[in-house]
């Protein structure tokens, strides 16, 4: 493999794995704030089409990924209220949040199949991105990539080095004790949803505007579910998520490069290796029950309902 080629591969697996970091983080917020929405997948679903639809419609990619943004959030405010104001079981509104958001994204993008979209332009700062190799890897990204970056370390921020986020780390450990504190658990746990809905949306939008700039029915191909899995595998840890991420990425990058170089395996083993990694990977995590003590939020999954 020649330097270019590596190079090649390296800004595609930074871009496969953009679209993992914004879910994964969206997610991991709301777990720790107790609530497991397994509604990411239709979530990104919605956010991809509302967000190549918008970004056709007005020529303007940055309007698509605002479209994809607000998608997100809307889809996640109706899981809000049916969990968490009518306290119905978060697993199964999940799944059926999943099932919604695929159905509703391919009857509306019905229209829009594999239509040509605009694509977020990469940055170039001169005397920068010309650097040999590491120019483009760096400082020649598309602006989402360090969109994601920021939201890392942003969300590592805000979980571990403010009140806020002290709060809704309170809620997902115990909702009884932060409510007896006086904090409002609901809408904690409703404003967490909420930025998670965020999340998914823009990675959804993140697929159709510049991983692909199209829109293709089921295009989000099992994504939100490897993003529940990687809240998991970095144990609720931000940086961990952001890092796996990228090698989940990279094992979907290299296994389409890998069918691309003749590599004598099933092409359908190959197109299941980033599925079977995540399942092999949350059994070997699920042994060490320390790790998840420590880290597993307490109340997650568990309805609250305050005194009346």
């Given at each position: 493999m020649s330097l270019l080629e590596l190079?090649?591969?390296?800004?595609?697996i930074v871009t496969a794995a953009?679209?993992?970091?914004?879910?994964?983080?969206?997610?991991?917020?709301?777990?720790?704030?107790?609530?497991?929405?397994?509604?990411?997948?239709?979530?990104?679903?919605?956010?991809?089409?509302?967000?190549?639809?918008?970004?056709?419609a007005t020529g303007l990619p940055i309007a698509g990924v605002v479209a994809a943004i607000l998608a997100?959030?809307?889809?996640?405010?109706?899981?809000?209220?049916?969990?968490?104001?009518?306290?119905?079981?978060?697993?199964?509104?999940?799944?059926?949040?999943?099932?919604?958001?695929?159905?509703?994204?391919?009857?509306?993008?019905?229209?829009?199949?594999?239509?040509?979209?605009?694509?977020?332009e990469r940055i170039n700062i001169p005397g920068l991105t010309d650097i040999p190799f590491?120019?483009?890897?760096?400082?020649?990204?598309?602006?989402?990539?360090?969109?994601?970056?920021a939201l890392a370390i942003a969300v590592s921020w805000f979980l571990f080095s403010t009140r806020a986020g002290l709060v809704v780390r309170a809620t997902g450990n115990n909702h009884v004790s932060a409510h007896?504190?006086?904090?409002?658990?609901?809408?904690?746990?409703?404003?967490?949803?909420?930025?998670?809905?965020?999340?998914?949306?823009?990675?959804g939008g993140y697929l159709s505007i510049v991983y692909s700039t199209q829109w293709i029915p089921n295009m989000t191909a099992g994504r939100g579910w490897?993003?529940?899995?990687?809240?998991?595998?970095?144990?609720?840890?931000?940086?961990?998520?952001?890092?796996g991420a990228v090698l989940f990425g990279a094992i979907s990058i290299l296994q389409l490069n890998a069918q691309g170089y003749g590599v004598a395996l099933?092409?359908?083993f190959l197109n299941a290796l980033p599925y079977l990694t995540t399942v092999v990977v949350l059994v070997i995590i699920s042994r060490n029950r320390t790790?998840?003590?420590?880290?597993?939020?307490?109340?997650?999954g568990q309805a609250f309902v305050p005194d009346r």
């Open positions: 190079q090649g591969l390296l800004l595609t953009t679209p993992l970091i914004f879910a994964s983080l969206g997610e991991l917020v709301a777990e720790r704030s107790g609530v497991l929405n397994l509604g990411v997948e239709g979530m990104m679903a919605v956010g991809a089409v509302i967000g190549f639809i918008t970004g056709h997100g959030t809307v889809m996640a405010a109706l899981f809000g209220l049916v969990t968490l104001v009518f306290v119905a079981n978060q697993v199964a509104s999940g799944l059926a949040l999943t099932l919604f958001g695929l159905g509703l994204s391919g009857l509306i993008g019905d229209r829009y199949v594999s239509i040509p979209g605009f694509s977020l590491l120019g483009p890897l760096i400082f020649g990204e598309d602006p989402l990539v360090y969109v994601a970056a007896a504190l006086g904090y409002d658990v609901i809408r904690v746990r409703f404003f967490s949803v909420l930025f998670g809905g965020a999340c998914a949306g823009l990675a490897i993003a529940l899995a990687l809240v998991v595998f970095g144990t609720w840890l931000p940086g961990r998520v952001a890092i099933p092409p359908q790790l998840l003590r420590v880290n597993t939020p307490a109340c997650l």
